[in-house]
């Protein structure tokens, strides 16, 4: 289903339909994910709900709907933003409301209260409240410290302001009270990890530290960050951040997102830093695709954030470029790029500062120019790793040269890309100095080969578990997706693409349609749950026809090939019409009376025309009529349909 229908009494169908329509859903979703045309009036993107190295996402602003063809996942703009932001119906629509200004109506009347809104809304709302308070602090004679700190590390109050700095004043609780007066609860806060309890009541939970808002991809401010100013602060932590809660997700969110994400996706490209300042000191400096991860390392999640707005897939490289210090810390995190499945290590690189200097103490050392250049200087990740290790040998011996090569190989093997393994075995071979190229280069494939060898019996045993249509639990499986390649099946689709797209060109003459016009299971069930819905004819159209018809849908297949249905576009050259439309239907019951034909022709063979003459006769007449009938039938499919 698109969404549960039991929550949609709380808000008012009209305004609901008023959020459908006035938020278009490309702009929506490419607030999230890279889209680019695709032809037929519809986007593509890589998918933000599962890992895939080619776009399979498409939007169809014309419908309001969006559809994955690798996970499945479809729907409206609300159902967008419920998934990816793990929302709840109504407080998706609180947002998407907020988005465009428009004030809700709830059940029972009045306008909309704050009180009632959704948790995740009012948490973010608590948190918007919250940097405000802490931003005004800044001013104050409290918090010469802050300004201070921030000075002497090049920023100015446009700076501040920027990135949203402020200051968490002394006192136990003077947040706290702040917030409660402006109506949110105690529990809200607690549950927001903007107070905690302590021994004689709730306390704030930043005091006497310089702070920074940390935002998710929406730009709604999800959490803080702290840092240390006072030598007498009873917490020696230099950085403190926001716990974990049911807005902030420290593995999924980046500081400087927010700011950065627009021209990340422009430039196909983003730099990873490690500090608040730092991301400031790189925007500051001309940098504009700076971001940090927050509270945590930069993990595997960040990288597939990363990759969603980049669009990193098969066909276009993107580039992440980490300022890693050249340090033991920065080796190993480097290293840590030969595991898993390399997703990003083919295009990430590596950018050292001199004399170890962090971004921000770069720019204030040597100038902005500086820091743009530390970033044109990378070199390949791969590279980067490589060197590294080598250096700590002795590469004018023979016994470090071979000591080197023992420890290099292995790793090089591991790369997955074998152009890229070759090439960089011929480099090693260069680095260590080692004259005989091609032994390196032979070495390095010897071990990946056996790497492999060793890894096919774990391989053949999932793939043998996948052709025995099982996940591992024995439960049963869904209904089996059909080939849309299938040309025996091409016209049975494009037939169900008209009905939910272009419903007033299908109309009554699709609804007339049999089940058994339809072959795959699947088909059967996405046309029988249409019907249900009131048909082509019923005078739904887009997000509604769909989540009508979603109610009546019996399998999660058919669920998922009504979204996918409704974005991919007809084959039609030019846009469709009652011509291409009707043509199109002309053939998929030209495609059933062929069938019916066959089964005729079958029970004719099976008769005597001496022992059941008159069955015989009557059977061959109905033959010949529907001979008749599907060559008109094909004709009018000629006239449009190829």
């Known amino acids: 289903m698109f969404y549960s229908g039991a929550v949609a009494g709380r808000i008012r169908e009209s305004d609901i339909a008023q959020v459908r329509e006035r938020n278009r859903i490309d702009e929506v979703v490419g607030e999230y994910v890279a889209l680019r045309r695709a032809g037929g009036g519809a986007f593509k993107g890589l998918c933000p709900f599962h890992e895939e190295k080619t776009p399979s996402f498409n939007v169809r602003p014309t419908h309001g709907t969006f559809h994955c063809f690798g996970c499945g996942e479809g729907g409206d703009v609300i159902k967008f933003v419920m998934q990816i932001e793990h929302l709840g119906f109504v407080e998706a629509v609180e947002r998407l409301a907020d988005r465009i200004g428009l004030r809700l109506t ?215 470029i980490f300022t890693f210090d050249g340090d033991e810390a920065g080796q190993k995190a480097a290293l840590k790029a030969f595991e898993g499945d390399q997703t990003f290590a083919g295009q990430t690189y590596i950018a050292v500062a001199p004399d170890g200097m962090d971004p921000c103490e770069l720019r204030l050392a040597k100038g902005d120019a500086a820091v743009r250049d530390l970033v044109a200087r990378r070199i390949p990740l791969f590279e980067f790793a490589i060197r590294s290790l080598l250096s700590e040998y002795d590469l004018d011996s023979v016994d470090g040269q071979v000591a080197a090569l023992q420890r290099t190989v292995p790793l090089v093997a591991q790369i997955k890309d074998r152009a890229k393994r070759d090439g960089y075995a011929a480099k090693l071979a260069w680095w260590v100095g080692w004259q005989d190229e091609a032994m390196v280069v032979r070495r390095v494939r010897e071990t990946a080969g056996a790497a492999g060898r060793g890894n096919g019996t774990r391989r053949a045993a999932r793939s043998g578990a996948a052709r025995n249509g099982t996940n591992g639990g024995g439960r049963p499986a869904r209904l089996e997706r059909p080939d849309p390649r299938d040309p025996d099946l091409r016209a049975q689709r494009e037939a169900l693409k008209a009905a939910l797209q272009e419903p007033a060109l299908a109309g009554p003459e699709y609804d007339a349609l049999p089940e058994d016009a339809f072959v795959h299971p699947a088909y059967v069930g996405v046309h029988r749950a249409i019907v249900k819905a009131g048909g082509a004819s019923s005078g739904l159209t887009g997000p509604a026809l769909i989540e009508a018809a979603a109610e009546h849908a019996e399998d999660p297949t058919v669920v998922s090939l009504l979204s996918e249905l409704a974005v991919e576009p007809l084959r039609s050259k030019a846009e469709p019409d009652v011509r291409y439309v009707s043509s199109v239907l002309a053939a998929v019951q030209e495609n059933l009376v062929g069938r019916q034909i066959g089964e005729l022709k079958s029970r004719l063979q099976r008769l005597s025309p001496v022992d059941a003459a008159e069955e015989y006769r009557a059977l061959f007449g109905d033959l010949v009529a529907l001979e008749q009938y599907r060559k008109a039938l094909r004709e009018q499919a000629m006239g449009g349909w190829d």
């Open 106 to 320: 709830y059940e029972g009347g009045g306008t909309s209260v704050r009180r009632d809104r959704g948790t995740r809304l009012r948490l973010v709302e608590a948190h918007k409240a919250a940097q405000a308070f802490y931003a005004e602090q800044l001013t104050t004679p409290e918090a010469e410290a802050a300004r201070k700190f921030l000075t002497e590390r090049g920023f100015d109050q446009a700076a501040w302001t920027k990135f949203g700095c402020g200051f968490a004043p002394g006192g136990w609780d003077r947040l706290t009270k702040h917030l409660l007066r402006s109506g949110f609860e105690l529990s809200e806060l607690y549950k927001a990890q903007l107070s905690k309890e302590g021994r004689r009541g709730p306390i704030d939970r930043f005091h006497r530290r310089l702070v920074w808002p940390i935002k998710d991809r929406g730009g709604d401010i999800v959490g803080f960050g702290a840092r240390r100013l006072f030598d007498d602060d009873p917490i020696q932590a230099k950085y403190l951040n926001t716990s974990e809660s049911p807005i902030y997700k420290k593995s999924q969110v980046l500081f400087g997102l927010d700011l950065a994400k627009r021209e990340i996706a422009r430039r196909h490209q983003v730099v990873v830093v490690e500090g608040y300042t730092d991301v400031m000191a790189m925007h500051e400096a001309g940098v504009p695709t700076a971001v940090a991860s927050s509270g945590t390392a930069f993990g595997e999640e960040h990288m597939r954030v990363l990759r969603q707005i980049m669009m990193d897939d098969d066909t276009f490289r993107g580039e992440v």
